[in-house]
T-cell receptor, first 112, second 108 residues
Framework: DTEVTQTPKHLVMGMTNKKSLKCEQH?????MYWYKQKAKKPPELMFV???????INESVPSRFSPECPNSSLLNLHLHALQPEDSALYLC???????????FGPGTRLTVL | KNEVEQSPQNLTAQEGEFITINCSYS?????LHWLQQHPGGGIVSLFM???GKKKHGRLIATINIQEKHSSLHITASHPRDSAVYIC??????????FGQGTRLTINP
């Protein structure tokens, strides 16, 4: 299995909702990443987990809460989001933080 | 000035043409990545380079560490190559720094 999967593909939520994005890989990678991408812009790093520990948090607002329950799974919990948080959320994984990253297809999030 | 600059920002060509996309960076790096993103979102990693040249099918990537420059070439371009091509550099174990992307359109 050489892919990163993300669910759901699309998500529409209100500003008071709580939802979660899920990312999974079975390549034995020990680094996992969340990126946010606005239209026609490059991805922006949000979080990095290395060996299931949060390694980098790029000063992301607390309404985004990452979780890495095990080495294959990465979640992003969303609460009280703003319309400007609407974007494509990409997950990636790599063997280590020094290695090539493999990206998932993304979740397109719309906040109403 | 961005740490990673790509040129051109947009490129339109006819099917069969030889394509070159350039990436210049201003920081010391441990690796450079070329990524491809089709409309609709998913990103595919094309190459990771730290020196020299790599080839995969019709794609060739080169890097000159002394000049802090990399190029991505596509031979015999095809409409399915139409996508955004992104250069990203990594400094040590730190995060990737992305260029703004080059939007490539190949017309039949």
């Amino acid at each position: 299995d050489t892919e990163v999967t993300q669910t759901p593909k699309h998500l529409v939520m209100g500003m008071t909702n709580k939802k979660s994005l899920k990312c999974e890989q079975h390549m034995g990678h020990r680094a996992m990443y969340w990126y946010k991408q606005k239209a026609k812009k490059p991805p922006e790093l949000m979080f990095v987990y290395s060996y299931e520990k949060l390694s980098i948090n790029e000063s992301v607002p607390s309404r985004f809460s990452p979780e890495c329950p095990n080495s294959s799974l990465l979640n992003l919990h969303l609460h009280a989001l703003q319309p400007e948080d609407s974007a494509l959320y990409l997950c990636a994984s790599s063997r280590s933080m020094f290695d090539e990253q493999f990206f998932g297809p993304g979740t397109r999030l719309t906040v109403l | 000035k961005n740490e990673v600059e790509q040129s051109p920002q947009n490129l339109t060509a006819q099917e069969g043409e030889f394509i070159t996309i350039n990436c210049s960076y201003s920081v010391g790096i441990s690796a450079l990545h070329w990524l491809q993103q089709h409309p609709g979102g998913g990103i595919v990693s094309l190459f990771m380079l730290s020196s020299g040249k790599k080839k995969h099918g019709r794609l060739i990537a080169t890097i000159n560490i002394q000049e802090k420059h990399s190029s991505l070439h596509i031979t015999a371009s095809h409409p399915r190559d139409s996508a955004v091509y992104i250069c990203a550099v990594r400094k040590g174990a730190q995060k990737l720094v992305f260029g703004q992307g080059t939007r490539l359109t190949i017309n039949p």
